[in-house]
């Protein structure tokens, strides 16, 4: 069972449908509860980095994902997802994170243009279950104005350019993150899906 967390700011349809179409059954909650029991997590999210955390702490989902990452069970985060993994934010104000992941998210530089919208290609640079049989490199789809920075450089399992590079893929033991969006990049999306997946009945 895969457990999709609701925070009212993502494409929960399009993720449920990804993994559904993969044969697995998904529960979409908002429930601190059912997040503690799950045993595969997704954070998804679009939109606004402080609006998704006054959401996520409003119906007591702070505590409960960090739980459940601490428990050791596999935890994904997709796109404003994977940037609520981290220490802080500097979008629009300062604002504190989940803190899974040491390190920060930054908006793109003035001389790049945004959002980074678009297929783009990400190049594998550390080995990860999340890309077992995906050719490297390989395109995904992007949607972002912002981008995180790892404290830590071996946190980072994917890059890819938008006038520099940047990390599109990290890692941190069993916590998961994509700058991308896996649910929208076709056959290798679906298989990265399938991939995380996988991660909770190799345990």
Not at 84 to 93: I, K, P
Not at 116 to 123: E, F, P, R
């Amino acid at each position: 069972m895969i457990t999709i967390i609701n925070i009212g700011i993502s494409n929960i349809k399009s993720i449920t449908r990804g993994f559904m179409t993969q044969g697995y059954q998904v529960r979409i909650t908002e429930d601190p509860e059912d997040v503690r029991k799950a045993d595969s997590l997704v954070l998804p999210g679009v939109g606004a980095f402080p609006k998704a955390m006054e959401v996520l702490r409003q119906r007591g989902l702070v505590e409960a994902v960090q739980e459940h990452a601490a428990r050791g069970n596999p935890l994904i985060g997709i796109c404003l997802g994977m940037q609520l993994l981290f220490t802080d934010s500097s979008e629009h104000h300062h604002t504190e994170g989940l803190g899974l992941i040491p390190g920060h998210v930054v908006q793109f530089p003035r001389d790049r243009p945004v959002p980074h919208m678009g297929w783009n290609s990400l190049t594998q640079t550390g080995q990860s279950l999340l890309f077992e049989g995906i050719p490297d490199p390989s395109d995904f789809y992007f949607v972002h104005s912002y981008y995180v920075e790892p404290d830590r450089k071996e946190h980072v399992i994917g890059t890819s350019d938008h006038h520099g590079r940047f990390a599109a893929a990290v890692q941190k033991e069993n916590i998961y993150g994509t700058q991308f969006h896996p649910e929208k990049s076709q056959t290798h999306g679906l298989s990265l899906l399938r991939n995380f997946a996988h991660l909770t009945e190799a345990d």
